[in-house]
């Protein structure tokens, strides 16, 4: 099994920064990518951003340019960096890992942590 702990959610003025934690305890061995995702109320849970145990990323067409991921493998830590912040990306995020086991692919998900952004 695989806990993941987010932190660093809040609220925050549009055009403000907020960085997200989310670290992974348990079973972290063949832990592969790593991400975030969200959900606003009504709304789908989405991607925002991900990054492989190799660094590769991958991000909404939305964010571009505004967030950054990162990861320390030594921590077991994925971190989100989000810029010049607006009031649509308001939402619950989520972290993800992805494990894999054999030949499958085990998902695990945080709690969630509330990003909102004042206009």
Partial sequence: QVQLVESG???VQAGGSLR???TASGSTFSINAMGWYRQA???QRELVA?????????YADSVKGRFTISRDNAKNTVYLQMNSLKPEDTAEYYCNAKKSS???VLVYWG???QVTVSS
Avoid: A, E, M
């Avoid at 991900?50 to 991958?58: A, D, E, F, V």
């Fill in 102 to 104: 054999g030949s499958y």
């Fill in 9 to 11: 959610g809040g609220l």
């Fill in 50 to 58: 991900t990054i492989s145990s190799g660094g590769s990323t991958n």
């Fill in 20 to 22: 997200l934690s989310c």
């Fill in 41 to 43: 109320p009504g709304k």
């Fill in 111 to 113: 709690q969630g942590t």
